[in-house]
């Protein structure tokens, strides 16, 4: 047996970090690694005989530090102490500090070199003054990452960073001690590109302190990008309840929500949130759930409903008896998801991981040759030295780095506000490849209640009497259809009245006494051979014609005759229809997959616009359906939400589960529809692609922007004052593309135009 592990990492500046931290991980005996920078976690499989101390060593052998991730749910900013705030806030505090004096000290440097009649005599010196705390102290983090790295014998981004700054300052030390620049008079012009024929004339102060503030800022918005692209699921683990008022002995007694076992009832009063996930047992109200799964209109719950922890009673008193708690809640499973997605990683994600492993080394080597070239071909000293610089300073791939984890974490943020889960980021992949969506039919298409559509007596039987006689017999059985039958008479007339002698033929149909009436309900064929009573020409077409559009008949009789039919049939849900046209409009071909006759399921699939039925399938074998459709060349995605729908989820390509199915549906599947809404499984699929074709928006603008620049900076047709700049906004635009994906809107949040029919 292995456990899975998540490990906080500290210290990780880039992805080469996260790349050599997962390297030595996946080192150890049986191990398997993934290391998310973005998130600055790793997961970590174990083997057996590996322990969460030796995954911990290994990390901080790399000079890193790590400990077991804590996923205990933070508080919102409005319940945060201050001791909390400070602790959350003090990496981006100190960062805004380090940035904001070396900024300040260095626009006089930038100034100086630039505008020359702003060089006084010694202005050198006044600019070697300034330069220096933003060269020593602003570039402090990453000269020690580069050095912690150098011991460890492995080169990251920050070496590149180091050795650009300290490279240009050094040079200018020696150039200010050693040669004419020190010298009173000393004149300098700015240029875009290096100029040809420098030397030891020339000072690169401004280079070394801009460019370290150029990347001190860019690191800035990534850190403020990362928080905000983490804030959906923040957001998502501070939505629940603090304490609760649980009934003991007949007393409220208010306790931390901590303490609840399964089994007590607590009270949720009108504006409270529901503690956990529970059954109502006593009372009436609305619930929003608009936070958790973004469904704008209150559900209307009463005894016997299930309501969904952090929800919001937004009507009377409700009872509720808790079913799950802790780990085991909706909430939690939603939030352990979203986690999860997050610090997995995209194929893409890992190409772009090997590329920027071998990328640091190759680039170093290209310096030093562009160094050497340019000192062979007689274009001096300093142009030689200013484009070696260019090179290390432009080719840092921060971008390449921040490319997929930022696009992974705002998406899958973004899915759990709207009620939407993406298990990980190999989903990604899947739903661009799928061409055929497989559907089952109850609890997906069709609501999965029974109701009673129609009405048809005989002639001279009134209405009423029918739906009453045979409402109050079906009443006392438990069977959906029976059900449906009692409830659609009791809204059309009522009380029912007793029942007496009440006798169930299992699958076939009841009877007893009503009224001092012997009723039986059930097939006509039943009626036929046990009670000796056949449907007339006009029922007998009423029955045709139902049975045509798929509906289930029950035929009445009493006193020796067939009094009428009633008509009961599971009703569409008012969306199915406008998800079936998006679920078109994505390129994908719908299947109505259920273990219905072929004409019901005909009907229904005519309704919604699907052309392609396949019927009467047991629920064992919907996985070789999947199959099927997998060998002739289809790549395929399931839609279901019941427990004989897990297998064909898990056999798919890509399985979306309808969030009010069962867990053990949503665990076999990869994305999760949280509404029962189908129109949200087309949100899950866009939001889907929308993510991917967002990760490789950001893969291509950061692989050409080093491509194209790296020939520039090796020919010195970069400064590197320009080249610092252009390196640190390169990964601030990659997260900006990142943070688009926060204004995507779902069209399942919209109430539906058409109304149910029933149910």
């Not at 292995?2 to 080469?16: N, W, Y």
């Not at 004419?180 to 590109?193: E, I, K, N, W």
Request: glycine share 10%.
């Amino acid at each position: 047996m292995s456990d899975a592990v998540q490990l906080e990492i500290g210290g990780m500046t880039c992805t080469s970090c996260a790349a050599r931290i997962e390297k030595r991980l996946n080192r150890l005996d049986g191990v398997q690694a993934t290391v998310n920078f973005a998130t600055e976690r790793a997961s970590v499989q174990l083997a057996e005989g590996t322990t969460v101390a030796q995954a911990i060593a290994a990390v901080e052998e790399t000079g890193y530090t790590a400990s077991v991730y804590d996923p205990t749910p933070v508080r919102s900013s409005d319940e945060a102490t201050p001791e909390e705030e400070d602790e959350v806030d003090v990496e981006a505090r100190a960062l805004r500090r380090r940035l904001v004096i070396s900024a300040v000290l260095a626009a006089p440097v930038l100034l100086m070199a630039s505008v020359e009649p702003w060089q006084f005599e010694h202005w050198q010196w006044a600019s070697l003054t300034l330069a220096a705390p933003v060269v020593v102290w602003g570039a402090w983090p990453f000269h020690r990452a580069a050095w912690v790295n150098l011991r460890h014998g492995a080169a990251t981004m920050d070496t590149l960073i180091s050795v650009g700054v300290l490279a240009a300052f050094t040079w200018s030390l020696y150039a200010l001690f050693f040669g004419p620049a020190g010298d009173p008079g000393m004149r300098m012009g700015f240029s875009l590109v290096p100029r040809r024929g420098g030397g030891a004339g020339e000072i690169y102060l401004e280079v070394a302190s801009v460019v370290t503030v150029a990347i001190l800022l860019g690191r800035y918005f990534e850190l403020r990008a990362k928080r905000r692209s983490g804030a959906a699921l923040r957001a998502l683990l501070a939505m629940g309840a603090r304490d609760v008022a649980v009934l003991r002995d007949g007393v409220e007694v208010r306790i931390p929500v901590d303490q609840l076992v399964v089994g007590d009832v607590f009270v949720v009063r009108p504006g409270e949130k529901v503690a956990t996930d529970g059954v109502v047992t006593e009372g009436a109200s609305a619930v929003d759930a608009s936070m958790l799964t973004g469904e704008p209109v209150p559900v209307e719950v009463g005894p016997g409903d299930e309501v969904v922890g952090a929800t919001v009673n937004a009507g009377g008193r409700l009872m509720v008896r808790a079913t799950r708690v802790g780990a085991d809640t909706q909430l939690a499973q939603m939030a352990r998801l979203v986690e999860e997605a997050q610090s997995g990683k995209a194929p893409v994600q890992r190409l772009a991981d090997r590329i920027s492993g071998v990328f640091v080394p190759v680039v170093i080597t290209i310096a030093v040759a562009t160094l050497g070239f340019w000192i062979g071909a007689g274009g001096g000293v300093g142009l030689a030295f200013t484009a070696a610089v260019a090179v290390l300073i432009i080719a840092c791939p921060c971008a390449l780095g921040l490319a997929t984890p930022t696009a992974l974490m705002v998406g899958t943020g973004r899915g759990a506000q709207i009620g939407i889960l993406i298990k990980g980021p190999q989903v990604l992949e899947s739903t661009r490849r799928v061409d055929t969506v497989v559907l089952d039919k109850t609890g997906t298409v069709t609501t999965g209640r029974m109701v009673l559509a129609g009405v048809v007596p005989a002639d001279g039987v009134e209405e009423a009497e029918l739906v009453r006689l045979a409402g109050a017999l079906e009443h006392a059985s438990e069977h959906p259809i029976a059900a449906a039958i009692s409830a659609g008479a009791r809204q059309r007339g009522g009380d029912l009245p007793p029942v007496e002698q009440f006798v169930s033929s299992q699958g076939l149909g009841v009877s007893g006494v009503v009224e001092g009436h012997a009723v039986a309900a059930g097939r006509p064929t039943w009626l036929a051979s046990e009670w000796k009573v056949e449907l007339d020409d006009a029922l007998r077409s009423a029955l045709d014609a139902a049975e045509q559009q798929g509906r289930t008949v029950v035929a009445a009789a009493w006193d020796g005759a067939v009094r009428g039919l009633l008509v009961v049939t599971d009703t569409v849900k008012p969306t199915s229809a406008e998800a079936i046209a998006g679920l078109k409009q994505l390129g994908l071909h719908p299947v109505l997959l259920t273990g219905d006759n072929e004409r019901a399921a005909r009907a229904i699939a005519a309704e919604v616009g699907i052309d392609e039925v396949i019927a009467q399938v047991l629920p064992e074998d919907k996985v070789a359906v999947i199959r099927d459709l997998q060998a002739r060349g289809r790549v395929v995605a399931m839609v279901g939400d019941g427990v004989n729908d897990a297998a064909a989820l898990a056999q798919s390509d890509l399985g979306i589960a309808m969030g009010t199915g069962t867990d053990v549906a949503i665990e076999a599947s990869d994305l999760t529809a949280v509404r029962g809404d189908l129109r949200a499984a087309v949100d899950a699929v866009r939001l889907a692609r929308r993510t991917l074709a967002t990760i490789k928006g950001n893969l291509f603008w950061a692989f050409a922007y080093n491509v194209a620049a790296i020939p520039l900076a090796v020919a010195a047709l970069l400064n590197p004052l320009i080249a610092g700049a252009a390196m640190a906004f390169s990964s601030v635009f990659v997260v900006s593309n990142s943070l688009r994906l926060r204004r995507f809107q779902a069209v399942s949040t919209r109430v539906p135009v058409t109304a149910s029919t029933g149910g």
